[in-house]
Each structure stands twice: as structure tokens, then as C-alpha cells.
């Protein structure tokens, strides 16, 4: 599907994340045929490579609604309990306008403007700058933001903020999200499950002190010295080791490739939702100032990897990008200047440890509870910001283009908000 615009970009990228969703289902079938494979070969250990690829077939087919129902009791559970598993986790509570009448309007004014349903607004006591949308359905869509959040950035920043949570719910990010991570949920648990079982149960590379391949190849290895039928039991041993070995390789493959795929879901829609935060407040600058204050200080304390992946930044880092769950914030300020007319701002100072280096990159774990401090009168609106308004004027643009490198979406001269 070609895309041309912001609307025709977000109806693209939800097509493409129904297939990838769709391959995460495939990815189930995979792990119950590597299971089936390993059951099979336990139970009879003599036969051919052939038989056991094809038995194992025959039981995932007679088992497909069983797994199948396995995968959507997972999903349902998910449906009902999601935002009380997250809750739970970090903390959030539910906030009223008397409460927080600052943020309470804010993102009230926001809804109204666009013919929003109002979410609920939840609060998480954290220093930690973040902020986070879920919700399956009307009734469960709630925007969370840490307090943190509210005490170090203005009211224009935690608008365009509330704007990038928002825009995931437009979008239906947030029920492609949460049904990714239980599906990959699924395929992450069984293929633990399997991987145990095999290991750690008295089976391991022997099949258990009873399993029947040894006894097949203990047996096989001494008729060999007998008579020249051992020939033919030698090969089928080695068809049980060539199966096992197919089997762990495609469980590994389906785990891998359940995470990378929920990761690119991820990924493809925090730059959309930063344009959709952009044609609500209209105010480019703002989203760039507040994911400058916010970047590298979003680590929430005790959040699992699949709740910060909800998050506005989540500051763990992917080995070579490949793992990370959103682009930088470097990739993202670029794509704001680029194509909603925004001006470049740099990055904000960390505190330094004694030894000189970055507060970046902690040497203890429980120093991430508490992520580093903005510098002081790190106000970005005040003086890297020309006067003109947020979209400012075109020599404004033009001397700024200049100091930012491309944007992720290559060099061209207007985007799809491009500048007129």
C-alpha cells in the first residue's frame, strides 16, 4: 500500500501490522510442531527422520483447535486484566480534575478539540519522565503519566505529550500492542516450557536414564558388532539427534522472531504518533523540547521490558538498535524538523559520575530507580526557539535544516506536512 500523507502512512502501517500480528500466530503453530517433534521422538526413538516429521504434522492438526483456544484463553485473560497487571506494576492510580486540574484540562481541552472520548488519567509517583497509554476497548482507555513528568516540564510540552498518547489510541496502537506482547507472550512461555522440560527433566541430549531412544541406540550400537542390520539402526538414531536438533532450532527461531516482531510494531509507530501529537497541539517545538527533557530519564522503577515498550521513551537500549523497542530521540527530533516544520534542539547535558563519564549508563542496578535530574534552567523553549510561532518562518526553517542531519524517511524537500 503506497502512502502519501500522515493518514495514508498510519491506514499502511496498521496493514502491515495485521500481517505481522498474523505471523505471530504462525509463529504458535510453529512452537506446538517443535513440541510435537520432541514428544514424538521421546516416544518412539527408532524410527526415521521422515516418520516423525510427518507424525508430528498429523498432531499438530489434531491439536490445531487446542492450541488455538490455548492462544485466545491468553488473549481474553489479557482483555480483562491488562490494566491491572500494569497498574500493579508501576503503581498507577486513577486521578480526578480535582485532583490534578492541571492535567485533567489540559487533556480534556485536547479531547474536546478533536471530538475525543475523555480516557481516564492516571498518575504514577515517579521521578522518572514518562508517560504511557492503554486500554483494549472505550472503557479501558487511560493515559498514565509520572509526576516526575508534571514537575519538570510546561504546560505546552505535557499538551503535546498527552497529544502522543492520544494519537496511539486514535490509531488502535494500543490494542496492537498489548495483543503482540501476549501473542509473543505465548509463543515465549511455550517455548520455555519446552526447552525445561527437555533440559532440566532427566531427558537432556540422553532422552532420560529410560527414554527410548537410548535404549534404541545403546541397543542399535550393540547388535552393530553382531550382524549387519546395526547399519540401519545407526541411521535412525542419527534421524532422532537430526530431529531434536530441528526442533530446538525452531523454537529458538520462533522465539527470536516473536520478539523482533513485536519490537518493529513498536518502532513504526512512536514516529506517527509524534506527527498525530504535532496536528493536535499544532506546536512541533513543544514535542521536540519535551522529548528532549524526557530522553534518557524515563526509566520507571520495576517495569517490565513489555510495559516500557508502552512508553512515551523507553531508555533500554537493543543490542546494535536491532532489540530496541523505539527509534532514538535523535531520529525522532530529525523527522519533526524535517516534516512538521519544528527547529532543532540538542540534546540535554546527563550529570556526570565523578570519574568523569556520562550518568548514562549506570553501574548499578538499583541506581536506575531514580533517573538522572534535568540541568538547571534546562528551559528549551526559551532561547533555541525563534519567536515566530511554532511553525515558524521559512529562513527560520531553512538556517535551522542545516544544523539537523537527514530525518530517518531520507532528503526530501517536503514531507507529508511538508512546509508550503
Not at 39 to 59: F, H, K, Q, S
Not at 119 to 129: F, Y
Not at 199 to 214: C, D, I, L, R, T
Not at 323 to 347: C, D, I, N
Request: hydrophobic share 40%.
Amino acid at each position: 500500500m503506497a502512502a502519501y500523507g500522515l493518514y495514508t502512512h498510519i491506514a499502511s502501517n496498521k496493514f502491515r501490522s495485521m500481517l505481522l500480528l498474523a505471523g505471530l500466530f504462525v509463529l504458535v503453530y510453529v512452537v506446538v510442531y517443535a513440541g510435537a517433534l520432541i514428544i514424538e521422538v521421546l516416544n518412539y526413538g527408532g524410527a526415521p527422520a521422515d516418520y516423525y516429521l510427518r507424525v508430528a504434522l498429523t498432531d499438530v492438526i489434531r491439536t490445531l483447535p487446542y492450541s488455538t483456544g490455548a492462544a485466545a484463553l491468553w488473549i481474553v485473560i489479557a482483555y480483562f486484566f491488562h490494566q491491572s497487571i500494569i497498574d500493579a506494576v508501576t503503581g498507577g492510580q486513577d486521578v480526578t480534575r480535582q485532583q490534578q486540574p492541571r492535567l485533567y484540562n489540559l487533556l480534556e481541552n485536547l479531547c474536546i478539540s478533536r471530538g475525543i472520548p475523555m480516557p481516564k488519567l492516571k498518575i504514577v509517583d515517579s521521578d522518572a519522565l514518562n508517560a504511557y497509554a492503554t486500554g483494549l476497548n472505550q472503557r479501558q482507555y487511560a493515559v498514565t503519566v509520572t509526576t516526575g513528568l508534571l514537575n519538570s516540564l510546561d504546560d505546552q510540552e505535557i499538551e503535546a505529550v498527552l497529544g502522543h498518547e492520544l494519537t496511539h489510541i486514535r490509531n488502535g496502537d494500543v490494542q496492537m500492542m498489548v495483543i503482540a506482547v501476549v501473542i509473543a507472550g505465548v509463543v515465549g512461555f511455550f517455548a520455555e516450557l519446552l526447552f525445561r522440560s527437555f533440559f532440566n527433566f532427566g531427558y537432556g541430549w540422553g532422552y532420560g536414564a529410560g527414554g527410548s531412544w537410548s535404549t534404541s541406540s545403546s541397543s542399535s550400537s550393540q547388535s552393530s558388532s553382531s550382524d549387519s542390520g546395526g547399519g540401519g539402526d545407526r541411521k535412525s538414531g542419527g534421524g532422532a539427534i537430526l530431529i531434536i536438533i530441528l526442533a530446538v532450532v525452531l523454537i529458538a527461531l520462533a522465539w527470536a522472531l516473536s520478539q523482533l516482531v513485536r519490537l518493529a510494531l513498536s518502532r513504526s509507530r512512536e514516529l506517527l504518533a509524534d506527527a498525530g501529537s504535532v496536528e493536535l497541539t499544532k506546536n512541533p517545538d513543544a514535542m521536540i523540547s519535551a522529548l528532549r527533557k524526557i530522553e534518557g530519564r524515563g526509566e520507571l522503577p520495576g517495569a517490565t521490558s513489555a510495559v516500557m515498550e508502552l512508553c512515551l521513551d523507553n531508555p533500554r537500549e537493543g543490542f546494535s538498535d536491532l532489540f530496541a523497542t523505539h527509534p532514538s530521540v535523535e531520529a525522532r527530533v530529525q523527522a519533526l524538523v524535517k516534516y512538521a516544520g519544528g527547529h532543532y534542539q540538542g540534546p540535554l547535558a546527563l550529570p556526570m559520575h565523578p570519574s568523569g563519564e556520562p550518568h548514562d549508563q549506570p553501574d548499578q542496578p538499583e541506581s536506575r530507580q531514580v533517573p538522572p535530574p534535568l540541568p538547571s534552567g534546562a528551559s528549551l523553549n526559551a532561547s533555541s526557539v525563534p519567536s515566530s510561532g511554532p511553525w515558524g518562518s521559512a529562513t527560520d526553517s531553512a538556517a535551522a535544516s542545516p544544523s539537523a542531519p537527514d530525518g530517518p524517511w531520507g532528503n526530501h524537500p517536503a514531507g507529508p506536512w511538508g512546509r508550503r
